[in-house]
């Protein structure tokens, strides 16, 4: 036991009072220390308060539906659009196309590219045998009555130009005429009719040379009877085509 009461050492409490007892003996004021440390809580809101309102300042702010504040030229972050966002992580990218422009859906390859002959896979659960011996030929549809008509008059027109009767031969043969072929010579004479007399002697000889090679002699005659029933009609374009 202390003699003395006043000999025992001090609290927390009675320390921190004693020394807020000095402190204000100092300054002469004898503020109670209450007082002291609200000043400093209200002094320090005010210097928070204050550098809020200067670093936005700047900038307005807008209110959503919600209510909620949204600050003006802030844009909102997410961790999935970082994960889909392709630009470079680094920041070395130089704005090239990825593989020189040679990927990419839809591209065939990069300007000059030539590719090899692609073999047959016999493996391939798709492989068919019988399409390796396949012969692939060029099919072309005969012509009817309108475009016949239409794909034989510039040809014969032409040819009383050059009078050249092999060349009309070689394109007669790479159409299709199918049973066309009678009316070769009716569109020949209908159109020398309306012609010069050179043209008729050049005619005459057209028929000979296409007779045996591009129609025969059974198609000549079918065309003749042609021209001799459609004779009224012709007479109407060519006044002298009974004669003729």
Request: some cysteine; charged content about 30%; hydrophobic content about 30%.
């Amino acid at each position: 036991e202390l003699e003395n009461p006043n000999d025992a050492p001090l609290s927390g409490d009675e320390e921190n009072g004693v020394s807020e007892e000095q402190k204000t003996e100092i300054n002469g004021n004898w503020i109670p220390a209450t007082s002291i440390t609200e000043a400093k809580i209200n002094a320090k809101a005010k210097r928070r308060l204050r550098k809020n309102s200067s670093r936005d300042s700047g900038r307005g702010d807008s209110v959503s539906e919600n209510g909620e504040t949204l600050k003006i030229g802030v844009v909102p972050t997410s961790p999935k659009g970082k994960l889909l966002d392709r630009r470079s992580r680094s920041g070395k990218g130089r704005g090239l196309p990825k593989k020189g422009g040679a990927g990419g859906k839809g591209v065939w390859g990069t300007p000059g590219q030539v590719y090899d002959v692609e073999e047959v896979d016999i493996k391939d659960p798709n492989y068919d045998d019988d399409q390796e011996n396949c012969v692939y030929e060029t099919v072309v549809l005969p012509l009817d009555e309108r475009a016949f008509e239409k794909t034989l008059t510039p040809i014969i027109q032409e040819y009383f130009e050059h009078g050249d009767t092999n060349e009309v031969s070689e394109m007669l043969k790479n159409l299709n005429l199918g049973e066309m072929k009678y009316s070769v010579p009716v569109l020949a004479v209908s159109l020398a009719l309306e012609g010069k007399a050179s043209h008729r002697e050049m005619t005459s000889k057209l028929i000979s040379d296409l007779c045996g090679t591009v129609v025969s002699k059974t198609d000549v005659e079918k065309s003749f009877d042609r021209l001799l029933k459609e004779l009224p009609e012709l007479v109407l374009d060519s006044p002298r085509a009974p004669q003729v």
